[in-house]
């Protein structure tokens, strides 16, 4: 099969349900474009401050993009390219793109708070420690696991290096200029992108040579750093500036694809059980998390996003939009690879230290067709995939430190509501990940572990739906499928990784485990209590 023609068929598909199933939820949820919204009410300069449409969508879309819809589809291609791409387009559709669009309503409507909070509200104190404990073990794996992809992508690739560190200078002082000094945005975005053209250029001929160890301490101390600083200084026009690199990549990629018209190599199935990876079912539905469902999402939608969102109406196409984008770029991702024979994408994969950089060669593969020098285009694309891996570290080393200081609130000493040692704290964990581990040990964790925070997040919206009145179907059935793929992955996780006698791998995914059990119990006596007085009622 041609890869061109999967590709225009998910293009389509991901089109129409934008159109169609988003005008369905935007009616669901009662979207009121004339509602004021947290970041207009409260617009405090550094945490809560609107941003226009398209920043918005730039800063959204770089975060929970990273390098998910890359390394994770690129790594289930071993079960056969359809099962992934059927998983991807499905799951963004139905699961993905509802769990991110509710997960932003729910919290606007809630004053831009977490989930956490949300949960406390309709839940109970005991839902919200459950949760946010959960959600603090996720997001350490998430810093974890994108710090080693990080560095191991400078390694790899030290051209991306370079200019990944001179791209950041690039957003502070595009930062400064249009939200201090008020430069036109578009003047800006013009000198922005053009500076970071440039940056590629250093990068290519000036490459920064470190070890994964030194990478890894420096990237530790940026994320702290970066989650500190005010949005408008850094997240905001970072995240805007990386979407043009996105968008360039994608155009790049597509453009390429057009011209080569690649034959699809790998095989659309290879069978039910991989002798490394184990079960299709349910390995592949966590090794796939973004591109198809991330409960990182909820996270970053009603963390940062929400506290962004200048109209109610514009969610749509920020939360459920972004996640159909997120779904293309994943398909994109597995075209990178499609290509190759199984002998060559495995040699790939071990020779360029995992699949951003196989990813990174892929689609400069493709770019070289239309003229680009295929070192240049290779560049690019790593520049790209390191970008977004930046984005999402210290975003969501931001979100960690939003939730030590959201549970230690009212039960731990007041130093922890200080934003240096509430990052300080929750990065600890982290970076014990990051320089003990390789991320293909943490890699099934992370993904049970955020899958399994995907189908709470869900429970938490439909137990808001339930207690205001609203239809909850199209949130609960997808809640309990997550439910049901995530325990079975999990219960594998402690599985495999008590006969193989890795114990801080399988005591990770007992307390996980447990977690979600406790959360579960707690969220069907949150939805099943309306219920139970309105039979009283009517008796």
Known sequence: MNFLTLMMISGVILLLAYRIYGRFLEKELKVDPNRVTPAVEVNDGVEYVPAKKPVLLGHHFATIAGGGPITGPITAVVFGWLPAVLWIIIGSIFIGGVHDYTSLQASIRHKAKSIGAVIKEYMGGRGQILFLTFSIATLILVVGVFMILVANTFVSVPEAATASVLFLGIALIFGFFVNQLRVNLVIASVFGIIAMLLSIWVGINFPIHLSATTWSLI????????????????????????????????????IGILIASPTIQLPAYTGFRHETMGFLFPILFITIACGAISGFHSLVSSGTTAKQLDNEKNG?????????????????AIGSVAYLSQAEFAARMDALG??????????????????????????????????????TLDSATRLLRYAVQEISEDRAPKAFQNSHIATATGLVGAAALALSGTWSQVWPLFGSANQMLGALALLAVAV????????????????????????AALGVLMYNNFVANNWLLFGSAFVLFILCIFLAIEGWRALTEKEEQDRTVKM
């Not at 026009?237 to 690199?245: I, Q, S, T, V």
């Open 464 to 487: 808001w739906l339930k207690k205001t009145g609203a239809r909850t179907f199209y949130v609960i059935i997808p809640m309990f499928f997550m439910f049901f793929v995530t325990v």
């Open 219 to 254: 990237l530790l101390g940026y994320a702290y750093v970066a989650s500190v600083m005010p949005v408008w200084l850094l997240l905001q026009p970072r995240d805007y500036l990386n979407a043009f690199l996105l968008y360039g990549m994608i155009i790049g990629a597509v």
């Open 316 to 332: 749509k196409f920020i939360a459920y939009g972004g996640m159909l984008l997120e779904a293309f770029l994943a398909i994109i």
């Open 354 to 391: 995992g699949p951003i950089g196989t990813f990174a060669a892929g689609i400069g593969h493709f770019m070289s067709f239309w003229g680009i020098p295929e070192t240049t285009a290779v560049t690019f694309a790593a520049l790209t995939a390191s970008a977004f891996l930046l984005t």
